[in-house]
């Protein structure tokens, strides 16, 4: 068994030796050139270590109006689960033919926004027209 005092000496090293980067000094040097610097080393003897927020670790609490905005979502959502599903937002199937008719209203606009023959404009608008008339009376 050589993986057991590899494991032993990994938690050894990890407790023993912890490393933190977050822990060093960060000195504000500014030169004669008003020049100014950032650097783990002191460049006079009148530079001061800056105190440095440590950033906590795993999630960072959110501001007030983040927190307000989850928990509207939240209890949206929770709403949503509590009502049954006959409840919700009932969706008509809409049948193949009113589809189809929108496909082909939709394709007309198209042609007639970006261009067509001389010829065509009439027999655009007119189709355009009766694809309009065919939704408005049998589509919901």
Avoid at 4 to 13: E, Y
Avoid at 17 to 38: E, F, I, K, L, N
Avoid at 81 to 95: D, F, T, Y
Wanted: positive net charge; glycine residues 4%.
């Amino acid at each position: 068994m050589r993986i057991f005092p590899c494991v032993v000496t990994f938690v050894l090293i990890v407790v023993v030796c912890p490393v933190s980067a977050s822990r060093t000094s960060v000195y504000r040097c500014v030169q004669a050139d008003g020049h100014v610097s950032y650097q783990q080393i002191r460049c006079h003897f009148e530079d001061s270590p800056m105190v440095l927020k440590d950033r906590p670790s795993g999630w960072s609490p959110l501001r007030p109006g983040e927190q307000a905005l989850l928990d509207r979502y939240r209890k949206r959502d929770a709403e949503r689960r509590r009502k049954p599903l006959a409840e919700r937002k009932k969706q008509v199937k809409e049948s193949r033919t009113c589809w189809t008719r929108r496909k082909q209203l939709e394709a007309v606009r198209a042609k007639l926004r970006h261009g067509y023959n001389l010829g065509e404009g009439e027999g655009l608008h007119r189709k355009q027209d009766d694809y309009r008339d065919f939704l408005r009376q049998f589509c919901p």
